[in-house]
């Protein structure tokens, strides 16, 4: 057993002697490509599921265990638009999105990036518009108040300065649940004609960021 605890011991010594923790923090943004899918339809020949726009921005933070290994945290409000076949209905959906990602990339001063997670959405705000009567209408009651989702990215990373780092690259997203409250519509409401009906949301997009880099922390290795 003390042989064991000992193997263990020399061994975490090891890895922290090899690793180099770094942690960066910086802005991001992008535009999006939306869809709803509808696996149980409700009348679908009246809706245009997508694609339809969508945009997002944030902050976010990553901490480097490695060169190679990351984990990374984003805090982004996101926004979904689409609008009907009939084009008179306009909806408009805003999230807080938390993703949370293993993040893998190479090095160099033009690196490759991976990264792949979950993510939690916080609805925001809902609502429909109606194009000619120009008047808005609040949604936000028949959508669910949190989505999970899988998410995942790729792109490229440049060393544009010594400790600023410029990110491009591709970001996607997809629901495990749908948008919408289980049960919501009622075809004796003629207002919730403008409503989809169990729609799993997805999206992907191209991503933009920058970062700044702080100083590594110390390791076993620098001493």
Same mark, same amino acid.
């Given at each position: ?5 000992? *193997? ?5 010594? *090891?890895?922290s ?15 999006? =490509? ?9 009348? !679908? ?7 339809? %726009?969508?945009?997002? $921005?944030g ?7 490695n ?7 984003? #805090?982004d ?11 008179a ?6 999230? #807080?999105?938390? %993703? ?6 190479? =090095? ?6 991976f ?6 959405? *916080? ?13 808005? #209408? ?6 669910r108040?949190?989505l999970?989702?899988?998410? !995942?990215?790729?792109?490229?990373? $440049? ?13 996607? $997203? ?14 004796? =409401? ?11 949301l997805?999206?992907?997009? *191209? ?9 590594e ?7």
């Amino acid at each position: 057993m003390n042989r064991l605890l000992l *193997i263990l011991g020399l061994s975490c010594c *090891i890895l922290s002697a090899k690793a180099q923790i770094s942690v960066r923090a910086g802005i991001n943004g992008g535009i999006d =490509n939306c869809t709803m899918s509808d696996f149980l339809p409700f009348n !679908i020949s009246n809706h245009d599921h997508g694609p339809f %726009p969508g945009n997002h $921005f944030g902050i976010d933070a990553t901490i480097k265990i490695n060169k190679i290994v990351g984990f990374e945290v984003d #805090l982004d409000k996101s926004t979904v638009s689409d609008l009907y076949t009939d084009k008179a209905h306009k909806i408009n959906i805003s999230y #807080l999105d938390i %993703p949370i990602f293993l993040r893998l990339s190479t =090095n160099g001063i033009v690196a490759f990036y991976f990264e792949t997670g979950l993510q939690y959405s *916080i609805l925001l705000n809902g609502n429909s518009k109606l194009e000619v009567a120009d008047t808005a #209408l609040s949604i936000k009651d028949f959508y669910r108040k949190g989505l999970v989702g899988f998410v !995942i990215g790729l792109g490229l990373e $440049f060393k544009i300065a010594d400790k600023l780092i410029l990110t491009a690259g591709a970001r996607g $997203f997809s629901s495990f649940i749908t948008v919408q409250k289980d049960n919501y519509y009622t075809s004796d =409401n003629k207002v919730n004609d403008i409503y989809y009906k169990n729609n799993f949301l997805s999206k992907a997009g *191209i991503h933009f960021g920058i970062a700044w880099r702080f100083q590594e922390v110390k390791t076993w290795e620098k001493y």
